[in-house]
Every structure is written in structure tokens, then in C-alpha cells.
């Protein structure tokens, strides 16, 4: 796609709904992007429905009709960015699902402040960042992946207690009870949201993480094998060498003398784990 869009920033900004509220329907005059930051809503356009929630990003383009349904338990909180371009935009994707390390965050972040805080020259310098993030947005490349969709709340209260408990330094093994009851929900309940979203059961899905740290503590760190399988809740290094080769295909050793350039990819990347691992680990 062309990058001259001639962009020309009008209005960015941040607003805060009480649960229940509604917004339209409206026709829009110009383009703008919504992005989601707190709860939740749907947003009705075109005849076509999404569900939207923490990290949506959606655009909408000049004509649309479109209504908004915000959470109904909740305040939800969204930025808004009003802008105009030399094009219709048809045919361009209506939403993105960001993650954390997404370039557009660190630019809609941007917008916000120049439209806030007003400097000299700020509807210049939003036009500048509207031409790489429109562009960025329609076409990528970005680290957007099917683990981007907000994780179901008993998982992320899983994973909220898997960063309690591991805060210690020590990524000891749970059961699954006590992930259930972390969960609030019965473990045959929270096996399903697992493998439905992952493919593995919970129990799996946390020694996956386990070994996914010792992965990169044995080709970022000088620790003994031992120590890393300490560190990482097993019981022995004997018992941690034949649960990695198990998921490697090659011992710790052996995977640590291969190097970065030789390893397999990650079982985290490969099972969808990311997302998991990213909330699991954020705050540690």
C-alpha cells in the first residue's frame, strides 16, 4: 500500500463510559481509531458484530454506521483518534488485537500525549506517526498472533497466582487443584479452558513455562544444570534432563552446548503459550 496518505490529524483523546452506557448508531464523516483499555463492548458496524476488549484496536472508516454496546458490570475506558486520508480505505481490516510488544501502542501512546498536551507544532508531528501507523496497521508486519484474544479470567487469575507463587525465584510444580481453586473454578472446568485455548491441560501448560525458563537460563546463564533445575522445580537434574529431552529432543546439556543458532523452537511458541507466559512473567 502507499505510504502517501496525506494524513491530517483532527482530535485524540481519551474517554471513560459507566457500565451500560451506548454510543450511536452514528455515520462517520472521517476515519477514526478506537482503542480499548479497560472492560469490555461490542461494536455493531455495518451489519457485522465484534467483541471487543483490553488491547482491541479497531478503525473505522468514512460512511461506516456503526453503534457501541460498552460493558454492562464495569467503567470502560478507550482512546479515540479522529483523522482524515486521501482514500477511502475499502477493504482494509476493521480490527487488530494487540499484544504487548505491538508498535501501534507505543504510537497511539503518542497521539495521546500530542493531543493532550498540545506543543508546538503537535498536529504536525501526529501526522508524521498517522503515516507509519496507519500504514503498519492495515498491512504490518505485526507480532499479532491467535494468542492476542484476552485470556478467559480463570486462566489469567491462574496465572496471576503462578507470579505469586513463583515470585520466589523457585518455578516449583501445582497441582491441578490448587490451580483450580486459584482459578475459582473445578478442574475439570479449567482443564477444558486449557485445552481449548492451548491444547494442553493446565498441569502441562505450567511445566511447559518451567521449562520454557530453564530453556533460557541454560543459553543465557552461567548456572550448573543443576542449579537450573533447582531453580525450576524439579526434583533432581535426572528427573529435569528426561522432562526436557522429552519436549526438546536433546538433554539440557546438549541443548546448552548446540547453542541459540541450533535450538528448536520454543514448545511455548509452538502450543500458543505465549500469551500465558507473558502474563505469567510480566510482573516477576
Known amino acids: 500500500m502507499s505510504l502517501d496518505l496525506n494524513p ?19 455515520t462517520l464523516a472521517d476515519f477514526e481509531l478506537v482503542w480499548l483499555l479497560q472492560g469490555s ?7 457485522t458484530e465484534f ?6 484496536l479497531l478503525l473505522a472508516r468514512p460512511g461506516m454506521r456503526d453503534y457501541f454496546r460498552w460493558d454492562t458490570e464495569r467503567s470502560t475506558r478507550h482512546a479515540y483518534v479522529h483523522f482524515r486520508l486521501d482514500t477511502d480505505g475499502a477493504g482494509w481490516p476493521r480490527i487488530r488485537h494487540l499484544v504487548v510488544e505491538d508498535p501501534l501502542a507505543g504510537l497511539l501512546r503518542y497521539l495521546l500525549w500530542l493531543g493532550s498536551a498540545t506543543p508546538s507544532g503537535w498536529r504536525e508531528r501526529g501526522n508524521e506517526v498517522l503515516r507509519l501507523l496507519v500504514p503498519t496497521f492495515v498491512d504490518g ?27 520466589s525465584g523457585v518455578t516449583r510444580p ?23 485455548r492451548f491444547g494442553v491441560g493446565p498441569v502441562t501448560a505450567v511445566e511447559l513455562l518451567r521449562l520454557g525458563r530453564a530453556e533460557s537460563l541454560l543459553l543465557r546463564s552461567n548456572s550448573p544444570i543443576a542449579r537450573i533445575a533447582a531453580d525450576c522445580g524439579f526434583a533432581d537434574p535426572y528427573h529435569f534432563s528426561r522432562r526436557f529431552r522429552n519436549v526438546y529432543g536433546v538433554s539440557p546439556s546438549g541443548f546448552r552446548a548446540a547453542g541459540p543458532q541450533a535450538a528448536p523452537p520454543s ?10 507466559e507473558r502474563e505469567v512473567w510480566r510482573a516477576l
Do not use: K
Not at 491467535?146 to 480463570?154: E, R
Not at 514448545?267 to 500465558?276: E, F, I, K, W, Y
Open 8 to 26: 491530517r490529524l483532527r482530535l485524540a483523546a481519551l474517554v471513560d463510559y459507566p457500565p451500560g452506557s451506548t454510543f450511536g448508531p452514528r
Open 41 to 47: 463492548a461490542l461494536w455493531e458496524c455495518d451489519g
Open 51 to 56: 467483541e471487543l476488549g483490553p488491547g482491541s
Open 141 to 167: 508486519p505485526l507480532p499479532e498472533t491467535d494468542d492476542a484474544a484476552p485470556l478467559p479470567a480463570p486462566i489469567e487469575a491462574v496465572a496471576a497466582y503462578l507470579r505469586r507463587v513463583w515470585s
Open 174 to 196: 501445582v497441582p491441578l487443584a490448587e490451580l483450580a481453586a486459584a482459578g475459582s473454578v473445578s478442574g475439570v472446568q479449567l482443564s477444558r479452558l486449557f485445552r481449548g
Open 267 to 276: 514448545p511455548l511458541v509452538a502450543r500458543g503459550l505465549v500469551a500465558l
